[in-house]
Nanobody
Framework: QVRLVESGGGLVQAGGSLRLSCAAS????????MGWFRQAPGKERVFVGG????????YYADSVKGRFTISRDNAKNTVYLQMNSLKPEDTAVYYC?????????????????WGQGTQVTVSS
């Protein structure tokens, strides 16, 4: 069992930045690739980005590429999502998730554990 707890969400103006954190506990963190997903009001949850076990490879949705950066610190059992140049359309609940397979980063079914989510609201 892996427990994931997101933090760092909030209200920010368009063009601003936020950094989300996801703290993991339970099983060995470095055994899991990690992903970030988001769900806007009235919409399905979608892939934002993913990072490999060691952090050497990252993957992003086209909508956030160049603005968002995923990183991880395995010593701290934490994965981060740095979000810059935020837009109102980035408003959503953001979830981190743990993927033991190290593949299929954009597919939700590849993730075994999910956090409870943190709200990000970007005002125009």
């Amino acid at each position: 069992q892996v427990r994931l707890v997101e933090s760092g969400g909030g209200l920010v103006q368009a063009g601003g930045s936020l950094r989300l954190s996801c703290a993991a506990s339970g099983r060995t963190f470095s055994n899991y690739a990690m992903g970030w997903f988001r769900q806007a009001p009235g919409k399905e949850r979608v892939f934002v980005g993913g990072i490999s076990y060691s952090g050497g490879r990252t993957y992003y949705a086209d909508s956030v590429k160049g603005r968002f950066t995923i990183s991880r610190d395995n010593a701290k059992n934490t994965v981060y999502l740095q979000m810059n140049s935020l837009k109102p359309e980035d408003t959503a609940v953001y979830y981190c998730a743990a993927n033991p397979y190290g593949s299929g980063y954009s597919r939700q079914e590849e993730y075994d554990y999910w956090g409870q989510g943190t709200q990000v609201t970007v005002s125009s």
